[in-house]
């Protein structure tokens, strides 16, 4: 179930991360003609980084919506706005106790702490990349107070807006995503001190 959840959940952001990968390396090409000088190589991590902004921004504040094409032959799409399934939650560590007491009404007894697991790694994961390439692009985010006000000041909008387009919001995701760009700033720390690569950031 959790690896099945696991595809169908990096399945789904891949053609976001395309999108944006590609949109920006045009960009990036047209900028390199412009300014020969540009570190080409700098640029395509930032087209990384953009990807897997557009992979992010498709699970986290793109409303749910499908298209196709009707019985007349005409194209649909479909937006929601709204979700029956949705929640807000203000109550610190709530909802992080629950899903490790394996307390979930949406999911089978059978499955519901690999669901739980997944859901907490999920919020934890996702935003890490955040801590990783905020620093390596840019020097103001070298220091872990600046890193840090990022990962809150992006999470509390996603949530934010999460409110507003039938998506669930819960104060615990603000934390679990903040600790997750500050694994991602981990990591950042322990690849520079390898000297495994070359700092990229100029900016």
């Not at 702490?113 to 934890?124: D, E, Q």
């Not at 996702?126 to 990022?150: D, E, H, M, Q, T």
Request: hydrophobic share 50%.
């Amino acid at each position: 179930v959790i690896w099945r959840l696991v595809w169908q959940f990096m399945g789904s952001m891949i053609p976001y991360c395309l999108l944006g990968f590609f949109l920006c390396l045009g960009c990036g090409f047209i900028n390199c003609y412009k300014h020969p000088k540009k570190d080409w190589k700098r640029e395509l991590v930032i087209c990384v980084f953009a990807a897997y902004c557009a992979g992010l921004a498709s699970q986290t504040i793109m409303p749910h919506w499908n298209c196709g094409i009707d019985m007349s032959g005409k194209l649909y799409i479909d937006i929601f706005w709204d979700n029956e399934l949705a929640s807000v939650n203000l109550i610190p560590f709530k909802t992080i106790l629950g899903q490790l007491s394996g307390n979930n009404s949406i999911v089978g007894e059978a499955d519901i702490h690999k669901v739980s697991v997944l859901n907490l790694l999920a919020n934890l994961l996702l935003f890490s990349p955040i801590g990783l390439f905020l620093p390596l692009l840019w020097k103001k985010f070298r220091k872990i107070k600046n890193v840090i006000l990022a990962g809150v000041l992006v999470s509390t909008s996603v949530e934010m807006i999460q409110f507003f387009i039938g998506r669930s919001s819960d104060i615990d995701d603000v934390f679990l995503n903040t600790l997750g760009v500050c694994v991602g700033y981990g990591l950042y720390k322990i690849i520079t001190k390898l000297k495994k690569i070359r700092i990229l950031g100029t900016a």
